[in-house]
Nanobody, 120 residues
Framework: QVQFVESGGGLVQPGGSLRLSCAAS????????MGWYRQTPGKQRELVAA???????DYADSVKGRFTISSDHAKNTVYLQMNSLKPEDTAVYYC??????????????WGQGTQVTVSS
C-alpha cells in the first residue's frame, strides 16, 4: 500500500508562491494518476490538480493558470507549484492516487497534509 507524505506548506503573502511536495513510499510509475486536493475549514475536500503517468494534467478552474502539477518518477514525488496565491487558496493540501476513480469522501486513507496559509 503506497503512502504519501505532503510537505512544503507555510505562510505566504498574497501574490506569493509555494512548492508543495508529495513523497510516495513506493514507485508511482504504475499509478495511472495522482492528484492534489485541498480542504478549507467547514468545507469538503476538493481536487485541484491531477497528473497521469504519461504527464497529462488537469486543473480546477479556480487554480488554472496559477498552479502547476508535475511528477518525478525517479524520486517517487509529485509536486504542486503554486503561484499568484490568493487568500482563498488557504487550506490543508493533500495528495492521493487515482483522483478520478473515487470522490474525495470515498477515499479512506489520507496523509497528514500540509497547511498553506495566504495572508497579508
Amino acid at each position: 500500500q503506497v503512502q504519501f507524505v505532503e510537505s512544503g506548506g507555510g505562510l505566504v503573502q498574497p501574490g506569493g508562491s509555494l512548492r508543495l511536495s508529495c513523497a510516495a513510499s513506493a514507485s508511482i510509475k504504475n499509478i495511472y494518476a495522482m492528484g492534489w486536493y485541498r480542504q478549507t475549514p467547514g468545507k469538503q475536500r476538493e481536487l485541484v490538480a491531477a497528473i497521469t503517468s504519461a504527464g497529462n494534467t488537469d486543473y480546477a478552474d479556480s487554480v488554472k493558470g496559477r498552479f502547476t502539477i508535475s511528477s518525478d518518477h525517479a524520486k517517487n514525488t509529485v509536486y504542486l507549484q503554486m503561484n499568484s496565491l490568493k487568500p482563498e487558496d488557504t487550506a490543508v493540501y493533500y495528495c492521493n492516487r487515482d483522483p478520478w476513480a473515487l470522490a474525495p469522501s470515498e477515499i479512506k486513507s489520507w496523509g497528514q497534509g500540509t497547511q498553506v496559509t495566504v495572508s497579508s
